[in-house]
């Protein structure tokens, strides 16, 4: 097994510290679930971090450990911490997961870890599920399973994950060795490119999530630097759009549509900026490939050709959701954020309904 390290200087039993720490998560895990009104909260997503807190104090407090419990309020990783004393802590990153998840994964923080708190060593995750309410828990390195480049190169957790299946062990690197270098973005890019190849090849698609990722206004100053790593994906081998295979046109203008439905509205930024740092693919005629040809007829109606196209491409998006690890769940956004887009007329709109109802009966549940 991996030393652990506490802080820089180690000077307290490892051993003792790390069973302590594995008795105090296990006594707290134990009181949140013979708390049935603690899963019954309606804002359960945003409470359960206050009910852990709550509950790692009483189980210190239970176990007499002297280690101050503090959660750590604004955009810091890990959640809560347990102080050992000034210079020395461990972690405890909150998560949960919703309850149509029938897999325990669940998105984790950027691998630049900007807001990680410096004194901070062996952090476990604590995941929830609310219905019905179960919890578990694991050391942050164990549960790391992959990267997803959103606005930037994030972890992808599996609560389920063996060691053997952890990202780091694919990389035959610690997780205490990549968070200390310099750039831990040079530990995975090649991984991700590879990756990225493979699953494009295959017709795969990933686990990241279009409504999870902000806009480039909306990122928080601390994650600008982890941006600037993830703009560092062009080092893949750069295709021009028309040098794909028609396949492959297929496949990306799909995936494109069911990532980014602001492409419906005329806004092409974040997909091809996706598409480019991510595929390294440059469409210098992004708005043809989904709204060229002004309107077409359609059901008796002349509509945009943007609803005419997404008509014409049913079964590649039916596919593309099919392909989600939670399709319906997947569709069922996807729906709601074109459904409210207002910038179609009445009759429009009653065509493009029709169209994703037709496109919902086939997607899987």
């Not at 820089?8 to 039993?13: A, G, R």
């Not at 959660?71 to 004393?85: C, E, L, M, Q, T």
């Not at 994030?154 to 609560?159: A, E, G, K, N, T």
Request: proline share 4%.
């Amino acid at each position: 097994m991996n030393s652990f390290a506490i802080g820089e200087n180690i000077n307290i039993n490892e051993a003792k510290v790390k069973k302590t720490f594995d008795n105090l998560l296990s006594l707290a895990k134990d009181k949140l679930e013979s708390q049935p009104a603690v899963s019954q909260k309606k804002d359960f997503w945003k409470s359960f971090e206050e009910d852990v807190h709550v509950a790692l104090l009483e189980s210190s407090k239970d176990l007499h450990i002297p280690w101050k419990i503090e959660y750590i309020s604004g955009h810091k990783f890990p959640d809560i911490v347990a102080r050992i004393n000034e210079k020395q802590a461990l972690g405890i990153e909150v998560k949960t997961i919703s309850t149509r998840n029938k897999s325990w994964k669940v998105m984790g923080g950027s691998i630049m870890e900007s807001t990680r708190i410096p004194d901070v060593s062996r952090i476990h995750i604590f995941c929830a599920k609310q219905k019905p309410f179960k919890i578990k828990y694991k050391p942050f390195e164990e549960c790391v399973e992959n990267v997803a480049v959103t606005h930037s190169p994030r972890y992808m957790l599996d609560m389920e994950a063996s060691i053997q299946d952890s990202l780091f062990s694919k990389l035959g690197k610690t997780y205490e060795e990549i968070r200390q270098m310099k750039n831990p973005f040079d530990a995975f890019k090649d991984f991700i490119v590879e990756q990225r190849k493979s699953n494009l090849k295959k017709r795969k698609v990933d686990d990241d999530f279009w409504w999870y990722s902000p806009n480039s206004n909306q990122i928080n100053s601390l994650e600008l630097e982890d941006q600037k790593f993830a703009n560092e994906m062009v080092g893949l081998e750069m295709q021009f759009w028309n040098q794909l295979a028609r396949e492959e046109q297929h496949f990306l203008r799909a995936y494109l549509l069911t990532s980014f439905p602001n492409i419906i509205e005329g806004n092409y930024n974040d997909a091809s900026r996706w598409l480019l740092q991510t595929q390294g693919v440059i469409n210098p005629s992004f708005r043809d490939t989904f709204s060229a040809g002004g309107r077409q007829d359609l059901a008796g109606i002349r509509v945009p050709k943007i609803i005419y196209n997404i008509a014409s491409w049913k079964d590649d998006l039916i596919n593309i959701f099919n392909e989600k690890e939670l399709p319906q769940q997947h569709f069922e956004h996807w729906k709601t954020r074109v459904l409210s887009i207002d910038k179609f007329s009445k009759a429009e709109k009653e065509v493009l309904k029709n169209i994703i109802t037709d496109i919902g009966k086939k997607i899987l549940h």
